[in-house]
Nanobody, 124 residues
Framework: QVQLLESGGGSVQAGGSLRLSCTASGITSSSVCMAWFRQAPGKGREVVTYLHFRNGETYYTDSVKGRFTISQASAKNTVSLEMNGLKPEDTAMYYC?????????????????WGQGTQVTVSS
């Protein structure tokens, strides 16, 4: 059983930066995909980015390419999301998710474990 805990959300002005972290407990293998999803009010939960710990595969949704970076942090079983050049449309609840296995997906139902979410608010 994998348990996830996000941190780092907050309020920032447009153009600013935030760094989110997700710490996973209960991971027994590097064959895990870690993902960040986000959900704005009235919208569905969409994938932002993912990283597979074993093979290094990454994905970014088009709207965040060049601004967001996902990486495995120096602390074991921790993934970070560096968000730069934030825009008001980035405002959402951000959720960390984990999927056991050798593949990553952009579908939220493919993920086994979820964090509680951390709010990111970007004002202009």
């Amino acid at each position: 059983q994998v348990q996830l805990l996000e941190s780092g959300g907050g309020s920032v002005q447009a153009g600013g930066s935030l760094r989110l972290s997700c710490t996973a407990s209960g991971i027994t293998s590097s064959s895990v995909c870690m993902a960040w999803f986000r959900q704005a009010p009235g919208k569905g939960r969409e994938v932002v980015t993912y990283l597979h710990f074993r093979n290094g595969e990454t994905y970014y949704t088009d709207s965040v390419k060049g601004r967001f970076t996902i990486s495995q942090a120096s602390a074991k079983n921790t993934v970070s999301l560096e968000m730069n050049g934030l825009k008001p449309e980035d405002t959402a609840m951000y959720y960390c998710a984990a999927r056991r296995g050798g593949a990553c997906y952009t579908d939220n139902w493919q993920y086994d474990s979820w964090g509680q979410g951390t709010q990111v608010t970007v004002s202009s």
